[in-house]
Every structure is written in C-alpha cells, then in structure tokens.
C-alpha cells in the first residue's frame, strides 16, 4: 500500500508535467524563462529553448530567440536546463529484456547515451539502432581484448601475440564496432599482461582500419607506455600511485587525447535518499546496506583525485564514465570530479559535449539549433552546487518528455 500511495502521488505529479510539457509530435515548443546550461561552458540567463518535433531549432536569450507564433511555450521561470549526460563507460547486461531496462532507466535519470565497452557479446551491437521512447541510445565496443584471464569473463578476446591482435582488430572491423577497448591491467599480479608489442600492435591494426582504441589500465608505467604506442582515450585514471611530471607531460604531447577518470567511490556514507523514488525498494535497500564509510575505498580515491585535478589544471580533455551499470552513476561521478577539483561547470561539460564530441555525436552534447532535444529540466541551478543534477523536474529526450512517474521496471 505504502509503494502504491507513492507511485499514485508521483503518476499525478506527471500527469501535470505532460500537460506542461506536450508531445513533440503535436507542436513546436518554447522553452521559457530557465538558465541554459549549453554544455560548453556557456551559461544563458533567462533563456529560451525552441524545440520542433525532435530538434532544437533554437537557443538564445529571450531577446535574441524569435518564437513562432503556433508555438506551444512552457514557462521554466526559476529552472535550469541542461543537456542530457552522455556515459562514455558503462558495462551493459548481457540479456536483450534486460539492456532494454538498463536504456529505460537511464532515460530516467537523464542519460541519453551510453557506450558499453568490451563485455558485449556480437549480438547485442543488434540494439545500437534507433532507442525506444524514453531510453538513451547504446554504442558499443563488442567484444574487447585482454591477455588470457582464467576465471574472468570469456567474452573479451584473449590474445597472446601480436597476430592475434591485429586479427581480432579485423573480426571487430568488420563488425563495425564503436571503438576497440583493451585492457592492460595485472588484476593485482594474477594474470600476465598484454605487452607492449601486443597492445601497439593492436592500436597500430585499429588506426589502419578507421578504429580508435580506449584502454583499461591501472599503472602509471602502462599508462607512460599506451601513450607512447597512440592509444586514443584511457578508460580510467592512473591508480597505482600520484602521477610524476612526465606524466603529465606525456598527456599534454598528445592535446587530442581522451581522460575518462571514472572516480572510484569515496568512501564515505553519504545521502541516498534521491534514489529512492527510481528504485525497486529491494534495490535501494541493498546500496543503503553498503553505504558505509571506508578508510581503504578513500584512500584510493584520494590518489585518483589528486592525479585528475593535476591533469584537469594541464587541460586534458576530460569526459563521463561511469563503469558498471548504474544508470544513475554520472550524477555520483559528477559530484565526485567536483570534489577532486573540479568546477561544476567543467564536471559538466565533460558530461555532456566532451562525450558527444569523444564519441562522435554531431547531434548531441549541448543546447544548440540542430541537435536533437535531450535535456534536463532541473529545480535548482547545480552550478551552485553540484548535487542539484539530481533534482529533476523533468527529462526530455528526442522532444519527448520522459514518464519517470514510477521505477523503471
């Protein structure tokens, strides 16, 4: 009874948001009166955001945006609108019901985007199409490759020489995956490598074909060395240890280069009440039960954020990634990046146009004329503070409002 009087109270609460909100389909709509994030850094008071059907025809001060006479206007006066997040790391599930939820339920927490990277099984690249309403788009790497890793997953390809490499470069080539992800990581001196002939290999193989290549690693030393061979985007921070001044200089040799940090949790207890109305109650009372804090899980943070802020200062291009499948992750990782030093304008680019332009997006990342209309209309303005990406009033997608009136099931 208790879920059913808060489903009843939330399906009424958006009953009246679609009436604010129309169906893209039927109108072209203004946006009115909000603060527009652009997502490029920009920041435009008392904006208006002209959307027909799927598209946003125009953004702008009120002034500056003329608003077709048969427009519907929805008044945002005290909101703040910002472009949906883009998730460049994510591991998706395995089964097609089951992406599907994971999709949905990152449309509830405004994600339009994410991209699974190296544990996918060739079928599930079948689901890059088209999303289905009220779900962010899927990209994906396929299958990734490791150097053999007994007792792990089988469905990254595991390599032991150079040949080997440069085929499964070609398997994936041919089916026509996102990018190639790699990992070079020893699991804690339980497995072998992949060496620095094989991982060259694979990226020389992957630039000859039009692929880039995304690494999971942990070492500075791997890291020295994965730039050094070209590799286009790291999947996580160095973790081992604080970076050294080559480094440093090493990722800025290569200006074009691609961070994810992908911020290990804090370790500290923190409030999880804003899950809960998106969350099965089972579900949120599993994250409430390992909400603790831990001295181990913030000392490793600790050294990942003190290496971020060295290389957000040196201006690497910074993007999301949240590892994992929790839809509702970016909003932790923003937060997190912010405590690590960022500001939360830069924590919010990197959400939304470093990860359209990283994955090659020319229809997302900001709000701009010709992009498609993914945005978040939020109650309170998270360049205050960070956390407010979390107030939602509404999600829209493609020019559609998003129905988060009950948990995504």
Known sequence: MRWRNIFAGVA????????????????????????????????????????????????????????????????????TVMPAIIDTHVHISSKREDIQ?????????????????????????????????????????????????????????????????????????????????????SRDGKYKKLTPEIYGAIIDEAHK???????????????????????????????????????????????GLVLGPNLPDRGVKTDLSWLRAGLPAEEYAKLEAANLDRPAAQAAYGIQSRNL?????????????????????????MQDMVVAGLTPMQAIVAATRNGADFLKLADAGTLQAGKSADFLVLDANPLDDITNTRRIATVVLRGAPVDRSLPVR
């Open 12 to 79: 009424i609460v958006f009953q009246g948001v679609a009436c604010v909100f129309p169906a893209a389909a039927q109108s072209i709509t203004a946006y009115e009166g909000a603060r527009l994030i652009v997502g490029d850094g920009r920041v435009i008071e008392k904006g208006t955001l002209v959307v027909d059907g799927s598209r946003v025809i125009q953004a702008g001060p009120a002034a500056d945006v003329r608003v077709p006479a048969d427009a519907a206007r929805v008044n945002l006066s005290g909101k």
């Open 209 to 255: 074909r039009g692929l880039r290549v995304i690494a999971h690693l942990f070492d500075q030393d791997d890291a020295k060395g994965l730039l050094r061979a070209g590799v286009d985007a790291l999947a996580h921070g160095i973790r081992d240890k604080d970076i050294d001044d080559e480094m440093v200089a090493l990722f800025r040799a290569r200006p």
């Open 309 to 333: 802020a060295k290389l957000n200062a040196a201006g690497v291009r910074i993007t999301l990634g949240t590892d994992g499948n929790r839809a509702w992750g970016p909003h932790e990782e």
């Open 101 to 185: 939820r994971d999709l949905k339920l990152r449309g509830y927490y405004g994600v339009s985007t994410a991209m699974s990277l190296g544990t996918d099984n060739y079928d599930v690249l079948e689901m890059r199409g088209p999303p289905a309403p009220g779900a962010a788009r899927l990209l994906s790497a396929g299958r990734g490759i490791t150097a053999p890793e007994p007792g792990r997953t089988t469905v990254p390809h595991w390599v032991t020489n150079e040949a080997e490499g440069r085929r499964v470069v070609e398997e994936l080539a041919a089916r026509r995956v996102d990018i190639v992800k790699i990992w070079v990581d």
